[in-house]
């Protein structure tokens, strides 16, 4: 996975997206028990509007050599998905990422009260799992979670999972 992370970091140094961050089961294995997942979630900012934003990253990597497969691109071995923010939600989530490092390779990884709001904004039941494996053991900055749920109104979807 690290030869994967470091193509990534790459792709957002040469200036291809503007910030991104590791999302799903592998950001949520940074701070609860590991999780089975099959693939690294990117989400990142586009530097380019339009509804065509992961065509420029995906023409860079097919000129490194890598290919897609659905959804995902094989990068080293690793099958990523590349998420465009999507809300407002998902790019603060990404601007405040934490930066961290895997096998001398700096990224940045969703901090979990983004993964827990999130997983309640989407609500499927996989996302439900999830938010109650980071609601039992994650350390969770109880402040900013507050604030995230009273901002996007996810304060309902929380009670009735802590319940």
Sequence with gaps: MDKALKVIREIHQSGLIRNYAIDGGI????YIEPVLTYDLDIFFIPTTEGLDVLSPVYKELKKRGYSRDKELVIIEEIPVQFIPAYNELVNEAVERAVESTYKRVRTRILRPEYLLAIALQTGRSKDR???IQIMNQAKLDKKS?????????LGEKYRKLKD
């Design 27 to 30: 950001a949520a294995t940074y």
């Design 129 to 131: 799992e999830r938010a």
């Design 145 to 153: 979670l507050a604030r995230l749920l009273k901002k996007y109104g």
